[in-house]
T-cell receptor
Framework: EADIYQTPRYLVIGTGKKITLECSQT?????MYWYQQDPGMELHLIHY???????EKGDLSSESTVSRIRTEHFPLTLESARPSHTSQYLC?????????????FGPGTRLTVL | GENVEQHPSTLSVQEGDSAVIKCTYS??????FPWYKQELGKGPQLIID?????GEKKDQRIAVTLNKTAKHFSLHITETQPEDSAVYFC?????????FGAGTILRVKS
């Protein structure tokens, strides 16, 4: 089981604020992902990275941005939060040695924008 | 792109009965099919997976079957217990990404 951490676990913030959701993993995994999970439960890929200095947009359009300066760290930033950003955000990673695409998830950050 | 459909959206079973969740995928290039269990307040946890060159895989009370021709795969849980109550997601892997089904809420009644 991978060790993958997300902070904060819960965040309530006002409209217009800049926020950064942290994600880190201690397993040296190359691939990392951010998902948005809506109240209907579906998981939507919003960003992914195959390694340091690699970032790609996912299938769901998102106003957030990501960076990958270190292997273990993949933060997500919202420059100006809006109520439509209220959601659960899940981070995941995949080992370099994985011949499949098994992803290990963090506990998530529940974001509420007032 | 790949599309994964999952049924049913909710499933209630009596403790000790079996539960079956079914998924279909659209892209024949998908080659890896994991199943995740998500409990309240937690991230999804990988419980079992199967590659496209295998038809069935079993791990204690859970099993997954894959029919490549029909492009569908299923999760089978036998002798269900209250702690099996959770949301279950299927997924299909294509081009280093996972596409998830919409999820199934499983309730095991004791």
């Amino acid at each position: 089981e991978a060790d993958i951490y997300q902070t904060p676990r819960y965040l309530v913030i006002g409209t217009g604020k800049k926020i950064t959701l942290e994600c880190s993993q201690t397993m040296g995994h190359d691939k990392m992902y951010w998902y948005q999970q809506d109240p209907g439960m579906e998981l939507h890929l919003i960003h992914y990275s195959y390694g340091v200095n690699s970032t790609e947009k996912g299938d769901l359009s998102s106003e957030s941005t990501v960076s990958r300066i270190r292997t273990e760290h993949f933060p997500l930033t919202l420059e100006s939060a809006r109520p439509s950003h209220t959601s659960q955000y899940l981070c995941a990673s995949t080992p370099r040695t994985s011949g499949n695409n098994e992803q290990f998830f963090g506990p998530g950050t529940r974001l509420t924008v007032l | 792109g790949e599309n994964v459909e999952q049924h049913p959206s909710t499933l209630s079973v009596q403790e000790g009965d079996s539960a079956v969740i079914k998924c279909t995928y659209s892209d024949s290039a998908s080659n890896y099919f994991p199943w995740y269990k998500q409990e309240l307040g937690k991230g999804p946890q990988l419980i079992i997976d199967i590659r496209s060159n295998v038809g069935e895989k079993k791990d204690q009370r859970i099993a997954v079957t894959l029919n490549k021709t029909a492009k569908h795969f299923s999760l089978h849980i036998t002798e269900t217990q209250p702690e099996d109550s959770a949301v279950y997601f299927c997924a299909a892997s294509i081009w280093n990404k996972l596409v998830f089904g919409a999820g199934t809420i499983l309730r095991v009644k004791s």
